[in-house]
């Protein structure tokens, strides 16, 4: 069982990593990056390495996570993309 | 690039023999060029180019060069990661293999930090005695970098007037009740969170960066719901100078005097009181709050820069 989760939990962070460099959405790739960081917080623990866990949940899911958001805030790219499809609907 | 080279040697004789205008001279030779095999292709090229152009009008000869290159790039990236990848394993087979016991990773300095940890530093957590006291010395340094960003951060984007422009306030949250409420509730509880964490840090795992982290990801929230006025009356320029200075000065003078005293052997007259109470281990608490507050200072620092150019 233990084995299994741990074996899951490697597949769902390899996958989380793939499918960032594959979205075409910024803010998907922010909201899968920042589960990656959550994962892979989790596997510290299995890890037995409890402080880097706490760090990497902060620092990966958190800081990491609020700044990005704040960036694609700043640059005008969350609202991007449901602007072009109400052009497109317009259309 | 041998055309390229034949121009430039075309170019000398025109101007070696005393000819005025050497363009016409070149263009003229390079009709000419035809002829040649080079002349040729770059002519078959151009006509393919043409062609092209022809059937699908739209686009011009510039968007066929980059989309060219575009392929020509996409080949070589991934070329170079393959090339890089290999050498990095042929050099990764030469490693001993991960976990063997007599690895040069399991030498003696482990076995000392672990066994000896308890006694010689206070702290319960291995990790924050071997951050904050064996090792005190890298954690100075990562405080100082973070010091350092944030002082480039300052002044590249800093403003001198202080003048804050009313547009860069990207919050939205002004008249959501929900969200006002939700930041109200949830941003003590957090702050009191990272607080627990840095205090805890020698008792439990964390420690004065997680707990910063924490800490200042709660500012940033505060700060986004509630705008840049409400978190301005408790933090601003001049506080973060204050609170920065402070906590990075108090770990260089209660280092200095650690390092002083253990190097010349004479007994510190901290106490390091019993191993899993509150106030024990020495400066270890002392120091992870004073990394707590540099980190977070720094965190809601660089946010508070990027979002307005001011903190």
């Not at chain 1, 958001?69 to 969350?78: A, D, E, G, P, Q």
């Not at chain 2, 004789?13 to 000819?19: I, M, Q, R, T």
């Not at chain 2, 005190?136 to 007037?161: H, K, P, Q, Y």
Request: hydrophobic share 45%; with cysteine; aromatic share 10%.
């Amino acid at each position: 069982m233990d084995e299994a989760i741990r074996i899951f939990l490697l597949v769902m962070l390899i996958a989380c990593a793939v499918s960032v460099s594959f979205t075409k959405k910024l803010l998907s790739a922010v909201v899968i990056f920042t589960s990656y960081s959550l994962i892979m917080a989790i596997v510290w623990v299995l890890l037995e390495s409890p402080d880097l866990a706490v760090t990497e949940a902060a620092v990966g899911a958190g800081i990491t996570g609020v700044l990005f958001f704040l960036t694609l805030k700043k640059i005008n790219m969350i609202d991007s993309d449901t602007k072009e499809n109400d052009e497109d609907e317009k259309k | 690039m041998k055309m390229k080279r034949n121009d430039i040697f075309r170019r000398f004789a025109a101007w070696f023999s005393g000819k005025e205008n050497i363009d016409d001279c070149i263009e003229q030779q390079t009709d000419d060029a035809f002829l040649t095999q080079d002349g040729y292709e770059h002519h078959r090229r151009h006509e393919k180019l043409m062609r092209l152009l022809e059937e699908r009008p739209e686009e011009s000869l510039r968007s066929l060069e980059i989309r060219s290159f575009n392929k020509t790039y996409i080949v070589l990236s991934v070329l170079v990661c393959v090339v890089l990848a290999g050498v990095l394993l042929y050099a990764v087979s030469f490693m001993p293999r991960f976990g063997t016991a007599d690895n040069p990773a399991n030498n003696e300095v482990a076995d000392k930090y672990l066994e000896d940890g308890l006694e010689d530093t206070g702290a319960v957590s291995a990790v924050a005695g071997m951050i904050l006291d064996y090792r005190a010395f890298d954690t100075l340094g990562e405080s100082f970098v973070l010091f350092t960003a944030v002082c480039c951060v300052m002044i590249l984007l800093g403003r001198e007037d202080g003048r804050v422009s009313e547009k860069c306030e990207c919050y939205e949250g002004e008249n959501d009740q929900i969200l006002h409420r939700l930041v109200r509730v949830l941003v003590p509880a957090t702050m009191l969170f990272g607080c627990y964490i840095i205090l805890n840090g020698h008792l439990s795992p964390g420690g004065g960066f997680a707990g910063g982290a924490i800490i200042g990801a709660a500012m940033m929230l505060w700060c986004v719901t509630l705008g840049f006025r409400s978190t301005e009356r408790f933090f601003n320029g001049r506080t973060f100078r204050v609170v920065t200075f402070a906590a990075l000065t108090f770990y260089c003078v209660s280092k200095t005097y650690s390092f002083y005293t253990g190097a010349n052997g004479i007994a510190s007259v901290i106490p390091l009181g019993t191993p899993g109470a509150m106030l024990s281990s020495g400066l270890i608490m002392p120091l992870n709050v004073a990394v707590g507050m540099v980190v977070s200072c720094t965190m809601f620092g660089f946010f508070s820069l990027f979002m307005r150019s001011k903190i």
